[in-house]
């Protein structure tokens, strides 16, 4: 698998690093028998005061090498596994967002077939709302609600966990089709 254009054009922008070299640096440290704890550290040290965020672009930059070598996929996450993501922006504060979805969920045992291996639970910080469930499968669903300009609030779920890539748009088109209903 290659990496999309996009991550590694981000990944160049922000560093001032072309594609090309990172992959060369990366080869010649041995990055590719690397974990991607190794990898990303290495990658920070390249880093260090040279970009703000510097480990966060260091993540992405081992992720990117990662996808770019085929020790990773798009979508999966270090432990090999995948996640679904979908969010839609509301009317509303993030406390009457997280009123509709917990409303929208309560009469639910189950989604997509997969029932809840607990009840979910909510959490309120100052910034934001949180919706948590784990399904019987293993998998975790988290909604996480945020404020936006002009008296809305956006929910993003994450649906984490996911065995497989093709996992992946099913449980995408699940959680758009109810995110929809709010």
Known sequence: ?????????????ATGVPWETWTARLDALGARSMSHPELARRAAEQLEGVVENH?????????????HTGARRPGQAGDGSFGANASRTVAGTPDEALARWTALMAERTEVGGVP?????T????EKWRYWRVRLADGTRVSATIGD???NRATVALAHTGLAAAEDVARWR??????LAAL
């Open 173 to 178: 088109s699940a959680w758009k089709d109810l």
């Open 148 to 150: 936006r300009a002009s």
């Open 122 to 125: 909510t959490a309120v910080t």
């Open 116 to 120: 809840f291996q607990q009840p979910p």
């Open 55 to 67: 480990e966060w672009w260091a993540q992405s930059v081992a992720v990117a090498y990662e996808q």
């Open 1 to 13: 698998m290659t990496t999309r254009g996009t991550s590694t054009a981000a990944i160049a922008r």
